[in-house]
């Protein structure tokens, strides 16, 4: 959270009466433990982007993509971003809004890491866009029900 600007826009998910200590962000208190946490975290986003990680990680991941959310994996990193603990395998598949050179780039240690990057922000814009058209055809579908 150090390099997140002002901290303002960061917010730390904290199991109760246990802050972040992070000195950045808001904490926001979900579940009486960590493992709470961790199924709560999961329930929230629409796209979750994971760097290396373990069980936990794989948990979060496997609980958000189970219920339809985009969870873009940094497979570069290791870990359950790259298939280990569980990690839903069809997270590692290529979405269709992702390009194959994105994709690489997400796959690759070799990669220079300011490109991951940018693949990863290009991948979520387009997932981004992807949702949005979702929704406004689940409202024309409401709207059409509703008439």
Request: hydrophobic residues 35%; negative net charge.
């Amino acid at each position: 959270a150090e390099h997140c600007g002002d901290g303002s826009r960061v917010w730390n998910l904290v199991p109760v009466n246990k802050p972040s200590g992070y000195g950045k962000g808001t904490d926001i208190e979900g579940g009486a433990d960590l493992e709470e946490r961790k199924i709560i975290l999961g329930l929230l986003g629409d796209i979750y982007i994971t760097v290396e990680g373990g069980p936990s990680v794989s948990l979060e991941a496997q609980t958000a993509h189970g219920r339809g959310a985009y969870v873009v994996p940094l497979m570069r990193t290791g870990g359950a971003s790259n298939g280990l603990f569980n990690f839903p395998k069809s997270a590692l598949q290529k979405p269709s809004f992702a390009t194959e050179d994105q994709w690489s780039l997400l796959q690759s240690k070799d990669a220079p890491v300011n490109e991951s990057a940018a693949a990863v922000v290009a991948i979520c814009k387009a997932c981004a866009g992807d949702l949005g058209e979702l929704a406004e055809e689940e409202s024309k579908a409401r709207e059409e029900e509703e008439a």
